[in-house]
């Protein structure tokens, strides 16, 4: 009953909605897309985890399809720009703020300048006070905000904020794409495991995605586009195929 009511409170304010343009994600998602006015937060899994090096890449890529300059907030100076144009977000438009031990306040009053295309923070732990000021802040403003949890360590679990949707994102192997080379993986696009572990009107799932491409969008591997995953090869983390 608690799902359906909140399935229904969240359909009727969706506001502005950014699809994936990958169907079986969209088609889950109680927006058909990714929801704009309000937080979502991305963190990476395995060795990627204390730099949030694709998640970061996966919310450049939903920004470099919006209009308009970006704020990028990080603890550290270590903002890596030409990985951002990789996936289509120029760096000419992304505005890098170093705020130590202060993101969720510029972030705040960023959203409440509004003349920014998104909002992005990079944080190492966030108070659930400061995230749900935030989550009210973009709904206010009609904006995205990103938190991207950037742990010291490597850590499976992370304490829960008040956002829209949190994600994981982890590498996967690709396969091999030339047929004289049939037993060389890596040669194929970059593949991602997208893992939504809590949305506002939507039960948990799991997606395996090519990585962003240089107009910032994914899309389901060639294998898996027109089919199933076969039933010896499925598993918790690809239930959704």
Known sequence: MIAGLERLSVSKSAGQVLPFGVAPLDRHLPWGGLRLPGLHEWADLGLGQPYASAAGLMVAGILARRDGPVLWVSERPDLYAPA????GLSPDRVLHVTARRTVAAVMEEALRLGRFAGIVGEVRQIEPTAARRLQLAAEAAGLPA??????????????PIAALTRWRIARVPSGPVLPEAPHVPGLAPALWRLDLIRCRGAEAASWIVEACDATGHIRLPAALADRSVAPAAAGPQSRAG
């Open 146 to 159: 990103f938190v991207l949890r950037r742990p010291p360590r490597r850590e499976t679990a992370i304490a």
């Open 84 to 87: 951002l144009g990789n996936v």
